[in-house]
């Protein structure tokens, strides 16, 4: 999962180590300190999609 800020450059992924809770919480806590609006992206599967034809 990938959150990140509309407003600013704040951003979170659970590449860095965060669990997606752990992501989820800490955007909350932007929001509510900032009233900056995040939005969310699920990062795609591991395993990408390749259509070679
Ligand atoms: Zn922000």
């Given at each position: 999962?990938?959150i990140?800020?509309?407003?600013?450059?704040?951003k979170i992924s659970?590449?860095?180590?965060y669990?997606?809770?752990?992501a989820?919480?800490t955007?909350?806590?932007?929001?509510?300190?900032?009233?900056?609006?995040?939005?969310?992206?699920?990062?795609?599967?591991?395993?990408?999609?390749?259509?070679?034809?």
């Open positions: 999962m990938y990140y800020c509309l407003e600013c450059g704040w659970t590449d860095n180590g669990t997606e809770q752990e989820s919480e955007a909350i806590e932007h929001f509510v300190e900032t009233g900056h609006a995040v939005e969310s992206l699920r990062l795609p599967p591991p395993v990408a999609l390749e259509s070679s034809g």
